[in-house]
């Protein structure tokens, strides 16, 4: 018997547990009853003590009045009703008001939660949407918002008048949001930009915001904290997937522009198979990998790249349609453009969706119809031209035969200390140069026999590149002297993706970096070092010591944040970062047959156009001009001084 009363309270309190958590209405319900049976028992019991609660349907609304309402108390004579209104009044103090403020708080509180995890669904048009949270993300937002002149080309193009940008991330809260408003680029627009939970790859979670309505959308990879069996190009491609099949449930729906970032180079034709619309896809691994080659056969190219690359700093590339100077010489447009440098053009072969550049153009090419210029300027603002300048009188070609670009003779010793996903691709861009031979020592503590498995392309016999594996850690100065730093010509230090954080990876790298200045300190010849960092932030702290640095984060955004504004510049970024074709280097004023002296920028250009290259800037002696010393785009006409310590930087091509 006892156990069948057990059985049976515990199906009552197991009926109302199941009652209680379906919601706030079910919660009203089970209350509302509640306060009729208080009222019901109150009445009844409250009859039997005459007028004016003779009858039952009087008694329970006296009730009723005194469960909702404890004002009435005072009204009551005698001791038998005094104490039932006593008693319903305090049940109404637990019942009718304490659990209707409970309810209603609790149901509040989840709704506010619920609004602030970004749950609800976006309904938006041409918006920008960047699909995941990384450490590039809060950056690709702050060069969208800094890119005003980009912006109101990209808005024109897609007839909006308001920039709306939209981020999927995994995780939504107080923290996200703050790291949007400190970043100083974002500040207090940080309230324009919504944000919605879900993952990339889960098609309702697209659907949450509005995905295929966008006009444009940015997919960065995920750096750190990545799991093993599902690394970022997986989901990069699941969601390229996920696009395509949220189109297919709306035939003839128009495919959104979608910018995604691969990190393995061979996973690129996948992404390309994976999405039916327009796609632009940036090799990270690869641009990374190209970026500190380029920097290691021409030391200082990394801060002429971040000034190309950024939206925000000093000056910009622009790839826009001139329809009115059509016909005209590029030697021609060059002087008209008194506030910019042109660099060459951008076509589409007919027929075909791909984007050709051709960069640095002998001076008599004519600007045809289909092409369009790259132009490198401070804002969109300076994309103006001189009518006067301009000349349709044709240009003789050049008979003059350029100057070469210098190939070192000798091997060239690199340092490579630490190890990540770019470092393969840095060898073998290494091996794509085929007039240099490099002999590269690798120091790091990843095993030899990983090692050995992400370099199997090359298995192949190399005669450029000789590969020297040394299993060490950087971070202690024994090993740190064994390597014999002060004899390379060049020192790269990588950000470890052995690290959880990315502040975790550039601690190490500082470290490291600062035991190795103690060493090249007492090196005969120093070499140039080049440090890979994570974290924005962490540049500062290394300022004062003579090394190159690139931020992996910021690189990929501008390029992401950037080829989404413009499709155009992913071609012309390959072309400028790829071996062969249109390459940045730097040149002495010398073999222009410039002396030291006062000469104008404008004069500079010519004398360019006559050995068939583009001047870009100068790059003025560092110790002579501590800050400012990259000139890119300077002012045409005013007169500079040169030393012979300056460079000029340009744009040349390779055979």
Known sequence: MRFTKLRIRQ???????????????????????????????????????????????????????????????????????????????????????????????????????????????VTANNHLLILGWSNRTIHIAAEIFQSVGRIKRFLLRFGTSKLQVIILSEEVGPFQMQELKDHPMIGSRASEIVLRTGSAIDREHLRRVDSLNASAIIVPSLAYGRRELINPDIETIKCLLSL??????????????????????????????????????????????????????????????????????????????????????????????????ILGVVRNPKGESTRVPDLNLPENHLLASEERLVVLAKSSADLVWNSDLLSREPIDSLTQTPLPVEEPAETIRVLILGWNEHVPSLIKELCSYEEESYFVRLVALRPLNEREKELQFLNEPQKRVTLEHVIADYIRES???????GSFDHIVMVSSDRMEEEEEADARTMVGYVLLEEVL????????????????????????????VIISPMVLSHLLAGIALQRDLNSIYN?????????????????????????????????????????????????????????????????????????????????
């Not at 004002?71 to 637990?94: C, E, H, K, N, P």
């Not at 090993?479 to 730093?485: F, G, N, Q, S």
Request: proline share 5%.
């Open 11 to 121: 199906k009552i309190l197991f009926t109302l547990e199941r009652q209680l958590v379906k919601g706030a209405h079910y919660q009203l319900l089970l209350v509302a009853a509640l306060i009729g049976i208080l009222s019901l028992v109150g009445g009844l019991l409250v009859m039997p003590s005459g007028p004016p609660t003779s009858r039952l349907g009087e008694s329970v609304w006296w009730a009723f009045l005194r469960l909702s309402d404890p004002g009435y108390l005072g009204d009551d004579q005698g001791g038998w009703r005094r104490l039932i209104s006593t008693l319903i009044t305090v049940a109404g103090y637990v019942v009718f008001l304490g659990s209707l403020v409970a309810i209603i708080t609790t149901w509040m509180n989840r709704k506010i939660r619920d609004l602030e995890q970004g749950l609800t669904h």
């Open 244 to 341: 395509n099949a949220e189109a297919s449930r709306y035939p003839g729906h128009k495919l959104p522009y979608v910018v995604a970032e691969i990190q393995d180079e061979f996973k690129v034709a996948a992404a390309y198979r994976s999405y039916s619309g327009p796609l632009e896809v940036v090799g990270s691994n690869t641009i990374l990998s190209r970026l500190m080659a380029q920097n290691i056969r021409h030391p200082g190219l990394s801060e002429v790249y971040n000034e190309i690359l950024s939206q925000i700093v000093n000056n910009n590339l622009f790839c826009q349609q001139f329809p009115e100077l059509v016909g005209f010489t590029i030697g021609s447009l060059k002087k008209a453009f008194t506030k910019a440098v």
């Open 479 to 485: 090993e740190i002297l064994r390597t014999e730093a």
């Open 521 to 548: 300190d007492k090196a005969p010849k120093r070499p140039s070092v080049l440090l890979e960092l994570a974290d924005p932030s962490n540049e500062s702290l290394i300022r004062r010591f003579q090394a190159e």
């Open 575 to 655: 072309e400028l970062f790829t071996v062969g074709g249109a390459e940045i280097i730097f040149r002495e004023p010398a073999a222009y047959g410039i002396s030291p002296g006062e000469i104008s920028f404008q004069e500079i250009e010519s004398l360019a156009a006559v050995h068939g290259e583009t001047v870009l800037g100068l790059a003025l002696d560092p110790l002579l001009h501590r800050t400012n010393s990259l000139l890119l785009n300077p002012e045409k006409k005013q007169k500079r001084p040169l030393t012979e310590n300056d460079r000029l930087v340009v744009l040349t091509t390779v055979y």
